[in-house]
């Protein structure tokens, strides 16, 4: 069946680093790949998505490139900011099966 | 912007008692998902439901566990019999078409303590 491993945490970063968290998947078929951020005390809220290969997500700053050939969307920052400390949850879905979660990894941002 | 949202924010309930957890999907959304989150852990799928009827569950949603949405707005979780091991974090989510492979859009969650 589907799954999603990501980089398990935590990461701590000093505010301006670069941000990669690595995620890999494996799937059947052709899946959608999401990213979605968990704020303390809050919901999953969708960061960025990608449906198809080569497709890259962004949003707020954040990236990641759909690559079929690794099998990988890992997240990446160029310059993090305390604002982004956050649970980051990898995660697919494809039209044969639910939506399928990596383990999450924290991130801490320190001023 | 529409969200989903849910009641209670926080539940507490001994071991044993049924316990309703409520969401409010976005209004136009047709696909309904119920996910859980164990402290510390990833978060798993339970259930989805399109047409008033479940289209997937996973090996966790056992007969301890039902869905409905009872009106035109809501949709439930219902836990008959809790235990230690159903405290977790509780998230509906919803989704405009054809669910999977759809973005899926998350409530705020439901935090369930089972004493």
């Known amino acids: 069946g589907n799954s999603v491993t990501q980089m398990e945490g935590p990461v701590t970063l000093s505010e301006e680093a670069f941000l990669t968290i690595n995620c890999t998947y494996t799937a059947t078929g052709y899946p959608s790949l999401f990213w979605y951020v968990q704020y303390p005390g809050e919901g999953l809220q969708l960061l960025l998505k990608a449906t198809k290969a080569d497709d890259k997500g962004s949003n707020k700053g954040f990236e990641a490139t759909y690559r079929k050939e690794t099998t990988s969307f890992h997240l990446e920052k160029g310059s993090v900011q305390v604002s982004d400390s956050a649970v980051y949850f990898c995660?697919?879905?494809?039209?044969?099966?639910?939506?399928?979660f990596g383990a999450g990894t924290r991130l801490t941002v320190k001023p | 912007e529409p969200e989903v949202t849910q009641t209670p924010s926080h539940q507490v309930t001994q071991m044993g008692q049924e316990v309703i957890l409520r969401c409010v999907p976005i209004s136009n959304h047709l696909y309904f998902y119920w996910y859980r989150q164990i402290l510390g852990q990833k978060v798993e799928f339970l259930v989805s439901f399109y047409n008033n009827e479940i289209s997937e569950k996973s090996e966790i949603f056992d007969d301890q566990f039902s869905v409905e949405r009872p009106d035109g707005s809501n949709f439930t979780l219902k836990i008959r019999s809790t235990k230690l091991e159903d405290s977790a974090m509780y998230f509906c989510?919803?989704?405009?078409?054809?669910?999977?492979?759809?973005?899926?859009?998350f409530g705020p969650g439901t935090r369930l303590l089972v004493l």
């Open positions: 995660a697919l879905s494809d039209p044969y099966n639910d939506m399928r």
């Open positions: 989510a919803s989704s405009p078409t054809s669910g999977r492979g759809e973005t899926q859009y």
